[in-house]
Each structure stands twice: as structure tokens, then as C-alpha cells.
């Protein structure tokens, strides 16, 4: 699990790259599909795996400023680096004995609803990975190439 983990921070920090090589209105423009925005789009994921791994299986207090207070790119860089400096230390500590752990979400609705560590943590290299192709096609939309998805190559498996 820990080299799908890098794998996701390896191609989000390509992302952030790209986005330096992009117009801003460009990063701000409304598209087809998910959260309809370039740079709201990788702040979405970066929010999701703090809040999950951080406020969720960790159970600390953690502060997600709305999007507007950090709607640069730059910003929402230093917000991503972080997130990761926090929730980094537990993700290279997983192990086994955590995989049935259950945490308790409270939905938006109040409910209150047990999963397992190791669905969450499953569920947020997927959730990375489906919006690493939405930035994919958006990227094309723009004549730009994408960043390579591929898994190979990256030196993670050396």
C-alpha cells in the first residue's frame, strides 16, 4: 500500500509541476465533470486524504481552510506540503495490525458510520487516482500533454 501512496504524491507533486506551465485562468476555469476545476481539483485531494487520514483514523483536530483562503497555486502547494508533512509519519508506519482497526465518519447527514483503516486508506489511492484522470482529460482539452500516469518507471519498485 505504501507504494501505491508514494506513487499518488509522486504524480500529485507532477501535477503541481504542470500547473506551474499553465495559464491560472486556465487552472480556474470551469470543465466538464467531477469538481469542475483544475487547481479546486487537486486541493480536493489533498483535503480528502488529510481528512480522512488525519481527522478520521487519527482522530486529531485538524483545520481545512475553505478553498477560497488558499486559491493560488502556490497556496495550495504549501497546503499539500503540510498535509503530507502530518499524515506522511503514519502512512510509512502502516502495518498489518491496522488493517481491521475501524474508525467512526459522521456523515453529512449525522450518521454515524464504522470502516476499516485499510478500506479507507484503499479508497483514497483510488479516489487520487480517478481524479489524476480527470486532470488528464482536462489537460488534453487545453492542448497540453498530461502528466504520465504510469506507475512504471517511477523507481518505486527498485
Same mark, same amino acid.
Given at each position: 500500500?505504501l507504494?501505491?501512496?508514494?506513487? *499518488? @504524491? =509522486? $504524480?500529485?507533486?507532477? @501535477?503541481?509541476? @504542470?500547473?506551474?506551465?499553465?495559464? !491560472? ?8 465533470? !467531477? #469538481?469542475?476545476? #483544475?487547481?479546486?481539483? %487537486?486541493?480536493? #485531494?489533498?483535503? $480528502? ?6 481527522? !478520521?483514523? =487519527?482522530?486529531?483536530e485538524?483545520e481545512?481552510p475553505?478553498?477560497?483562503?488558499? &486559491?493560488?497555486?502556490?497556496? $495550495?502547494?504549501?497546503?499539500? &506540503?503540510?498535509?503530507?508533512?502530518? %499524515? ?6 502502516? *502495518? ?10 459522521i ?10 483503516? !485499510? ?5 483514497? #489511492? &483510488? ?6 484522470? =480527470?486532470?488528464? $482529460? @482536462?489537460?488534453r482539452?487545453?492542448?497540453? =500533454?498530461?502528466?504520465? &500516469? *504510469? ?8
Open positions: 500500500m507504494k501505491l501512496f508514494e506513487y *499518488n @504524491w =509522486q $504524480v500529485r507533486k507532477d @501535477w503541481f509541476d @504542470w500547473c506551474e506551465t499553465v495559464d !491560472g485562468e486556465e487552472l480556474m476555469k470551469l470543465r466538464t465533470g !467531477g #469538481i469542475g476545476y #483544475i487547481l479546486p481539483t %487537486l486541493y480536493h #485531494i489533498v483535503t $480528502v486524504e488529510y481528512g480522512w487520514i488525519c481527522g !478520521g483514523i =487519527q482522530e486529531k485538524i481545512i475553505p478553498f477560497e483562503e488558499v &486559491a493560488s497555486l502556490q497556496l $495550495v502547494q504549501e497546503f499539500s &506540503a503540510r498535509c503530507h508533512e502530518e %499524515l506522511a509519519p503514519f502512512v510509512y508506519d502502516w *502495518n498489518d495490525s491496522l488493517e481491521d482497526c475501524i474508525m467512526i465518519d456523515t453529512d447527514e449525522g450518521e454515524h458510520e464504522p470502516h476499516k483503516y !485499510g478500506e479507507v486508506m484503499r479508497h483514497l #489511492i &483510488a479516489h487520487e487516482i480517478h481524479h489524476i484522470g =480527470q486532470l488528464s $482529460v @482536462w489537460s482539452e487545453i492542448g497540453k =500533454q498530461p502528466v504520465t &500516469a *504510469n506507475l512504471i518507471g517511477r523507481g518505486l519498485f527498485d
